[in-house]
């Protein structure tokens, strides 16, 4: 991905590179509302399912006339179902993630403009959630990224937070994907609890900076956490760099073991390497998408 | 304000300024992050007090820092001391004011050793040349090891009436070269207006001081055999009207008595004078003040100084001449009448022995040629001492056509009238052209004159000093006798030589005291030699100070070689690495995107 330099450009930019992948819907998101997707269960369309006994009450333009003439019993045959499967894409939008000096912001909204296209491509409809102070719909997410809305990324709150206050009305069997930093205090599983609800499928994407990944300054900083506003005069040296790195392994190994246990996928994402190659590997190999 | 090196000062600041820069962009450099959560992980534990962090600063810091500090260096100048250095001529003030002590009890002296020693042990000079400024003159001391140098200037008695920096200073300049440095220590400022030349320092060590002294003493003789003492006392830096005690001696064989014992009033001007009269045979004066500052002037010595009477002897045929002649010798009191050893002869037929040394002066009455009267004009060597007063205006002279021998002194038209043949290691012979007793040149006041200047003439050549009380640093003739070729002077330094021309040496003494003239034949003649230098006893405009000829830089220059090459290299070498690193760094800088 080149540098785009403003949001529009990182959301066209997304949805070029998620042009290139599909949606990976597991078994359980194919049900729910009709669509044009052939869902798990009986239906009505043309597609062959199965058969089973005739029950009365059943549609009678349904009845197999030819198994009952050959074994005189009553046959109805069942066609499969057309769902439309669905997408929740929950953006972090708090300030952390428009880090000054940092393509975090940039890559949340290519990854989300991606995943949306990706969804575009395996017959899904999506919905892009903003969890700023409240979790709200993102203007124009229905439709195609270049119709957008900008993100603001200012929320001085957690996605938790968020999610806490006002939950959206997600679709139930939907796939579900969270775009965030994770640099937030919460209990993964609590979290994880909330947003897999419902789902059936649940994805956390943990979108950081390269120097939030490995930081390589030395020296005395004094640290501003963009949101709280909270400072810290720390002397930064190796050691302090190697215990960053332990906290932030510990921090991913949390969230990927509360994932795990519920059944969700957790792919860490580096802003400035999404588009390394041209490929989201990190989503095909968590099996969120899938090449076309 | 004036500083020594601009240019490192501005390298000190410029040393404070990074210093300044590096902490403060390395203290707690500004950084937002996404959560503090992480990085509060980081914060050790404080175990056992506070924890204190080191303050780290990066390489290119200590390479800055240490290439502005070589170039501070550098702009400093430092030197080192060149191995061979020149000599050291150093002029020394014996005047006796470099003898005033101050309240501390120390002298000019004293502190002009201690300053020379501390100099040349700084100096490192391959030798010192010492001149004595003393009254008479320059005087070379010689030239010594620099380590002794303090010793031998601690040792050299400062006892001169004045001084004679100026010149010594011009001859001290002579002798020096040009990486040669001259050290002039004194108690006085040099004089205004005037310019040190280069590689002259000027360190004086006086200290205005009140002080009295004896600025003038004399003995003169009166009829009876009587004579009359005056002493004039001056008290340099006392109010008017203060009294200054004094005590006046006499030394006698016998011992000594007290002829006076009282205070002297100083009126206008600091000054005071006492006059007494001393009986006949007063011995030598001891006269004393009270101690003070300075205490060369509070003494003075006056040995009794009566005039020598010449032996005459009067072999005139003529017995109206002889009657004149004898009424005149007898009218001066200069003369006594001695036929056996004469010291002059006034006669009117010349002695064939007058060649010998021993042989008296002569005084030949000639008879004229041809005479003729005349009434001038007269042509006289007004710079001989025989003429000095004589007036012959109005003077009729009866002069002859005969030739005198010798130089002639006294011409009326071109008949010559007085001479003096004074041929070398022979008495001299003064000759008189006259008929008689009639002349009128006996009935005017030139010839009592004429006979005053020959007794004092006479009395002069006679072996022995002048006076017997002199004035220090003042020049004085010393008769040695016809024939001898020097004089010889027992001195309170010692006996002294002296070469003479025409059996007369003239000198100064240098310093007070009593001296002795060694005479033929084993006599001796003393004379006293008192300092009498008011210049010397005001101590008013003494200053302790230090004037240089020159520039530190130029001083620096001569004796120290600058080594400010090797640290301009190192700054330069540093400034290389320097630039070498920070070119690797941004080069690093550059590339370090297309990582991503």
């Known amino acids: ?292 | 304000m004036v500083f020594a090196f601009p240019y490192a000062l501005a390298g000190v600041a410029a040393l404070a300024g990074l210093v300044a820069v590096y902490t403060f962009r390395a203290r707690f450099r500004r950084r937002p992050v996404s959560s503090l959560m992480l990085w509060r992980q980081t914060i050790r534990p404080s175990r056992g007090g506070l924890h204190r962090d080191r303050l780290r600063l990066p390489p290119l810091f200590y390479l800055e820092l240490a290439a502005l500090a070589a170039l501070v260096a550098a702009a400093i100048g430092p030197h080192v001391l060149r191995p061979g250095l020149g000599a050291l001529t150093v002029v020394c003030d014996t005047s006796v004011s470099m003898t005033a002590r101050d309240a501390s009890g120390a002298s000019a002296q004293d502190r002009a050793v201690r300053a020379l020693r501390a100099d040349v042990r700084r100096g490192r000079y391959a030798r010192v040349r010492l001149i004595l400024a003393g009254a008479n003159g320059p005087e070379p001391a010689g030239t010594v090891p620099p380590a002794q140098a303090a010793a031998r200037l601690a040792e050299t008695a400062c006892l001169g009436p004045s001084d004679t920096l100026e010149a010594s200073l011009a001859r001290a300049c002579e002798l020096s070269e040009k990486t040669d440095e001259v050290l002039v220590l004194t108690d006085r400022p040099p004089p205004a207006g005037d310019t040190l030349r280069p590689g002259v320092r000027w360190l004086s060590f006086g200290s205005i001081e009140a002080n009295t002294g004896i600025t003038y003493a004399d003995r003169s003789p009166r009829e009876g055999g009587t004579e009359a003492l005056l002493v004039e006392v001056a008290g340099f830096g006392r109010p008017e009207g203060t009294r200054a005690p004094l005590r006046i001696t006499a030394r006698a064989p016998d011992g000594e008595r007290t002829l006076f014992e009282g205070v002297v009033d100083l009126g206008h001007g600091g000054r005071g004078r006492l006059t007494l009269d001393l009986p006949p045979g007063t011995p030598a004066l001891a006269i004393t003040l009270q101690p003070d500052a300075l205490d060369t002037d509070n003494r003075a010595l006056l040995l009794p100084d009566t005039p020598r009477p010449v032996a005459s002897a009067v072999r005139i045929a003529d017995a109206a001449l002889r009657r004149t002649v004898e009424r005149a010798l007898a009218a001066t009191g200069r003369f006594r009448a001695d036929a056996s050893e004469p010291q002059i002869i006034f006669t009117d037929h010349p002695a064939n022995d007058s060649g010998a040394p021993a042989a008296p002066w002569q005084v030949v009455f000639t008879a004229p040629a041809a005479p003729r009267l005349v009434r001038g004009p007269y042509l006289a060597d007004r710079s001989h001492p025989l003429l000095e007063g004589l007036s012959f205006d109005g003077l009729v002279w009866p002069a002859g056509t005969n030739a005198l021998p010798g130089r002639v002194l006294l011409f009326a038209g071109s008949a010559p009238l007085l001479s003096v043949d004074a041929p070398p290691r022979r008495a001299p012979v003064i000759h008189l052209v006259t008929t008689g007793a009639g002349d009128a040149l006996y009935r005017t006041a030139a010839w009592p004159a004429l006979i005053w200047n020959l007794a004092q003439a006479c009395a002069e050549a006679q072996p022995g000093p002048a006076s017997r009380n002199l004035r220090a640093g003042v020049t004085a003739p010393f008769m040695a006798g016809r024939g001898a070729t020097e004089a010889v002077f027992e001195t309170p330094g010692g006996t002294l030589t002296l070469r003479t021309h025409a059996g007369r040496a003239i000198w100064a003494p240098p310093v007070p005291g009593l001296y002795r003239m060694m005479l033929p034949g084993g006599k001796s003649e003393p004379f006293a030699v008192n300092l009498f230098a008011p210049g010397e006893s005001d101590l008013r405009g003494r200053m302790t100070g230090r004037w240089s000829g020159v520039q530190d830089g130029e001083r620096l220059q001569r004796t120290h070689r600058s080594f400010a090459w090797l640290p301009g290299l190192a700054a330069l070498l540093l400034a290389g690495i320097h630039h070498g690193v920070l070119g690797r760094k941004i080069s690093d800088t550059v590339a370090a995107p297309d990582r991503t």
């Open chain 1, 1 to 292: 991905m080149a540098n785009p330099t403003t949001q529009r450009e990182s959301l066209l930019a997304g949805q070029a590179l998620g042009l290139r992948y599909r949606l990976a819907l597991p078994r359980a998101a194919l049900r729910g509302r009709n669509g044009v997707r052939l869902g798990v269960q009986a239906g009505a369309s043309l597609d062959f399912h199965d058969y089973r006994d005739y029950h009365p009450g059943d549609d009678l333009r349904h009845l197999d006339w030819g198994v009952y003439a050959r074994s005189d019993k009553e046959v109805v045959r069942l066609f499969r179902e057309e769902v439309a499967p669905h997408l929740d894409l929950v953006l972090d939008c708090s300030r952390s993630m428009r880090l000054e000096g940092t393509a975090k912001a940039a890559a949340a909204v290519s990854l989300a403009a991606a995943c949306a296209a990706a969804a575009d491509n395996a017959q899904c409809s999506h919905t892009v959630w903003l969890a700023g102070e409240r979790v709200e719909e993102l203007t124009g997410s229905r439709h195609d990224p270049a119709v957008w809305r900008e993100p603001d990324f200012d929320a001085a709150v957690s996605p938790d937070a968020a999610l806490l206050n006002a939950p959206p009305a997600w679709r139930r069997h939907g796939v579900r994907v969270l775009i965030s930093d994770l640099l937030w205090p919460a209990e993964p599983a609590a979290v994880l609890r909330r947003l897999a609800d419902g789902a059936a499928a649940l994805t956390v994407i943990q979108l950081l900076a390269r120097e939030e990944e490995a930081p390589d300054w030395r020296g005395p900083h004094r640290l501003e956490d963009v949101e709280t506003g909270g400072r810290a005069d720390l002397l930064i040296d190796a050691a302090a760099c190697a215990a960053y790195g332990a906290a932030l392994a510990r921090l991913r190994d949390g969230w990927s073991t509360a994932c795990r246990g519920c059944g969700a996928a957790f792919a860490p994402v580096t802003a400035e390497r999404m588009a390394a190659g041209g490929r989201l590997a990190a989503l095909e190999t968590c099996g969120l998408l899938e090449a076309v």
